[in-house]
């Protein structure tokens, strides 16, 4: 993740994914390793140790929301999308939300 404040003042690409933790801005991601990232969290979320630095850093009860962007999605599920006709319905619903990964304690 990039740090929103940096020394340098860079900016980052326009693609880049949003993080937000309690409604604040905290840095971007980029899209290609955003679903990692999700996923890592989650997991140290789950296999919370008490000997563990990261047991402080990623409480149990915080909450890990994904929207992806469409670019992700694309890469993602390319072929799932193009099987069903529902599914158009549902990408039309999905472009409505704002893309970003939206985190809560």
Same mark, same amino acid.
């Given at each position: 993740?990039?740090?929103?404040?940096?020394?340098?003042?860079?900016?980052?690409?326009?693609?880049?994914?949003?993080?937000?933790?309690?409604?604040?801005?905290?840095?971007?991601?980029?899209?290609? %390793?955003?679903?990692?990232?999700?996923?890592?969290?989650?997991?140290?979320? %789950?296999?919370?140790? *008490?000997? +563990?630095?990261?047991?402080?850093?990623?409480?149990?009860?915080?909450? %890990?929301?994904?929207?992806?962007?469409?670019?992700?999605?694309?890469?993602?599920?390319? +072929?799932?999308?193009?099987?069903? /006709?529902?599914?158009? /319905?549902?990408?039309?619903? *999905?472009?409505?939300?704002?893309?970003? %990964?939206?985190? /809560?304690?």
């Amino acid at each position: 993740m990039n740090p929103i404040g940096t020394d340098f003042g860079l900016t980052y690409p326009q693609n880049y994914i949003p993080v937000l933790l309690d409604g604040k801005l905290m840095g971007s991601v980029d899209p290609k %390793i955003a679903i990692e990232l999700v996923k890592n969290l989650r997991a140290i979320k %789950i296999t919370q140790h *008490k000997t +563990d630095d990261l047991y402080e850093c990623v409480p149990k009860t915080m909450e %890990i929301a994904f929207l992806p962007s469409n670019e992700i999605l694309n890469m993602q599920y390319s +072929d799932s999308l193009s099987t069903t /006709s529902t599914n158009n /319905s549902d990408q039309d619903i *999905k472009e409505k939300f704002f893309p970003g %990964i939206y985190l /809560s304690t």
